[in-house]
C-alpha cells in the first residue's frame, strides 16, 4: 500500500473562463471541484490506475468535510487527523482562448502544537501498513521544515520507499534526510540546485546535483512536457505526446502517480514507467482537475511516449534500484 500525505489539502475548484479579462465579469463555462492538495491529487491518479493507496494529512472545518466528502465519492481510502482552523482553498482560472491559466492558492490552516503531535502519531501507526510514502505539497503556514523531515527520516527508519515533492524550500530540507525519490518540476529543481535549465545538460547536471545533496533517485519534469528520471548507470530522457490539452494544472502529480503505478506496482522497466507516467501527465491535461484521467487514454498515450537512455554514466540502462519493504 502507497501511503500519500498532504499536509495543507485543500478544496481545489478549477474554472474555464474564456477571453479572461481582469476587472471585468465573466461566466464560467465549465467548472469542477475537487478535494485537493498535492498528496491528494496523487492519490487520485493511483487510485485510477488500481493502485493500492491510502491518504492521510491534516483537515480541518467544513473544506476538511468537503474534503472527506470529495475521497469518499472517488472510492479512495483515507485517515486524516481534525484540526481546528479550516483547510484552504485553491482556485485555478482557465482561459483557453490564450491557453492561460492563473492560479490563486490559500496559505492554509494554522496547526497547534497538539495537533502537530496527534498527526505524528497517527502517521507512524499507519506507516505500519505502507510499503511506500509520498510527501507531496505545501506546508501549513506555522509547521516548518523540520516537522517534515522528522517524518521523512521516520518513514525511512521504517523501512519505507520515500517520495518528496515539494516547493523548494521543503525540497532542500527533505534532501538531507536522503529520500528514495525526488519528483520536482523544473521550477523546483532550478531553485534546488541554484542554477537554470536551459539546454538538456543542464537538467542531466541538475539531476546529478540533487543526488549529490541527499536523494538516491531524482525525476524532473519540464513545462514543454520533457522529464528526466536518473537510473543506475544514466538517466532516462522522455518526451510526452502533443495532446489537444484543456488544463495541465495537477500533470505533474499524474505523473508521478504513473511513475509510483509503473515501478512499485506494476514492476515496469524504468523506461516503461517513464512513458506510463508521460501517458498519465499527457490524459491529466486533456480534462479538467488535478490527478484526473481516464487510464485506457494514459495508456494509449504512454505508447506514443518517445523515451530513450542518455549516455554518459553507462552504456546500457539497468534496473531501477529500491528498496521497498514487502507486502
Known sequence: MILTVTLNAAVDRTVVVPSLTLGHRH?????????????????????????PVLATGLVGGRNGDAIR???????IPFDFVE?????????????PMTGTQTEINEHGPAVSPEEAQEFQRRLEFLM??????????????????????????????????TVVDAPPT???????????LVSPNQHEAESAVGFDFIEGEDFLRGIGRLIELGAERACVT??????????????????????????????????LAGMLAGLLHRKLSPIEAVRLAAGCAAANAETLGAGVFEVRRAEELAEEVRAEFLTGYGDQPSAFSFQQRQE
Do not use: C, M, Q, W
Not at 29 to 41: D, R, T
Not at 69 to 75: K, M, P, V
Not at 129 to 142: K, Q, R
Open 27 to 51: 461566466r464560467a463555462s465549465e467548472g469542477i471541484g475537487l478535494a485537493g492538495g498535492k498528496g491528494i491529487n496523487v492519490a487520485r491518479g493511483l487510485r485510477a490506475l488500481d493502485v
Open 69 to 75: 466528502d470529495g475521497l469518499s465519492e472517488a472510492a
Open 128 to 161: 505500519e501498513y505502507a510499503t511506500a510514502i509520498v510527501f507531496a505539497g505545501s506546508l501549513p503556514a506555522n509547521l516548518d521544515e523540520a516537522f517534515f523531515t522528522a517524518a521523512l527520516r521516520k518513514a525511512r527508519e521504517e523501512g519505507l520507499y
Open 222 to 255: 519540464s513545462p514543454s512536457g520533457h522529464s528526466y528520471l536518473a537510473v543506475e548507470g544514466g538517466v532516462i530522457s522522455a518526451s510526452a505526446p502533443e495532446v489537444e490539452g484543456l488544463s495541465t494544472i495537477g500533470s505533474g502529480d499524474a505523473y
Open 83 to 95: 484540526i481546528k482552523s479550516p483547510s484552504r482553498t485553491s482556485t485555478a482560472i482557465v482561459d
Open 170 to 180: 521543503v525540497l532542500k530540507a527533505a534532501l538531507k534526510a536522503e529520500p528514495s
